[in-house]
């Protein structure tokens, strides 16, 4: 079946950099555009950015440009996201999700991985 | 301060229909035919309940529907049942900003 498997929890201390993953699988990769969002404790969702798997395009929010690197391996069908120079503000849950529309990118997530909680605290 | 503003909480009696508003302006909500709804239950990921704008992924009961005039879209859920309580956001293609996103509603049922 179509799902994304998401790397565990973290823990960092201010000013370090982390990596998650998100695999995919049951579906064809490289079709898809794969979005990465984030949620604060008790606040609402914020979108990150997207992936294009193939060619391995990406696209930032302006907000977070700066502080974020995506990336994906097509030989693994992984996509990641780099979160550098962390803040306790970026204390939240992390979700990776799979676009509806084969091709182009749309607003649309029909699949979510369940989500890696990061945790940044000195 | 989210791009999509949606108000913070509705509510409504087991049976009855509450909907959901979701106003952006004219170069991304008034534009685009790219207009989702999610459900999100607590301590879950959120769930696909509404695509481009009133299009209901297979499994999503057909108390969920859709709609859009003008700047705003909205979300109606008739015949209101215990397990409809749950946060719900929308999403609107923004073209040169990626995805927008509303701030999210906190649906109870009474």
């Known amino acids: 079946q179509v799902q994304l498997v998401q790397s565990g929890a973290e823990v960092q201390k201010p000013g370090a950099s982390v990596r998650l993953s998100c695999k995919a699988s049951g579906y064809t990769f490289t079709s898809y555009h794969i979005h990465w969002l984030r949620q604060a404790p008790g606040q609402g969702l914020e979108w990150m950015g997207m992936v294009n798997p193939s060619p391995g395009t990406t696209f930032s929010a302006q907000n977070f440009r700066a502080h974020v690197t995506l990336s994906r391996d097509t030989s693994t069908t992984t996509v990641y996201m780099e979160l550098r120079s962390l803040r306790p503000e970026d204390t939240a849950m992390y979700y990776c999700?799979?676009?509806?529309?084969?091709?182009?990118?749309?607003?649309?997530?029909?699949?979510w991985g369940p989500g890696t909680m990061v945790t940044v605290s000195s | 301060q989210s791009a999509l503003t949606q108000p913070p909480s509705a509510s409504g009696s087991p049976g009855q229909s509450v909907t959901i508003s979701c106003t952006g302006v004219s170069s991304d909500v008034g534009s685009y035919n790219g207009v989702s709804w999610y459900q999100q239950l607590p301590g879950k990921a959120p769930k696909l309940i509404i695509s481009d704008v009133n299009q209901r992924p297979s499994g999503v009961p057909d108390r969920f529907s859709g709609s859009k005039s003008g700047n705003t879209a909205s979300l109606t859920v008739s015949g209101l049942q215990a397990e409809d309580e749950a946060d719900y956001y929308c999403t609107s293609h923004g073209d040169i900003k990626g995805v927008l996103l509303g701030g999210g509603t906190k649906l109870t049922v009474l």
């Open positions: 999700a799979k676009d509806h529309n084969i091709g182009s990118w749309t607003e649309s997530f029909d699949i």
